[in-house]
């Protein structure tokens, strides 16, 4: 399996974090030296391991925030 390279460009925060210190993050991830795209997912403590997640572009993260924003909470 080839490697994957990853360099988070801008970390815009975390949404929650389990009792293991993992933490659910909203970053803007380069994604093997291409276009950053918007990215959640759960990382370790350092960053050094991380779970599934969704990685979307500005336009599907618009969109989602529209969706979001029409929800009555």
Known sequence: MAE??????????????NNKG???EL???SWNDRAP???LRDWA????KMGKGITL???ELIK???LLNGLDL
Do not use: F, M
């Open 64 to 66: 989602l925030k529209e």
């Open 22 to 24: 993992w933490s659910k």
């Open 45 to 48: 403590p350092e960053h050094e």
């Open 4 to 17: 994957i390279k990853y360099e988070i460009t801008e970390t815009i925060g975390a949404i929650s974090e």
């Open 37 to 39: 795209k918007y990215d």
């Open 57 to 59: 572009s500005k336009e």
């Open 27 to 29: 970053n803007l991830i």
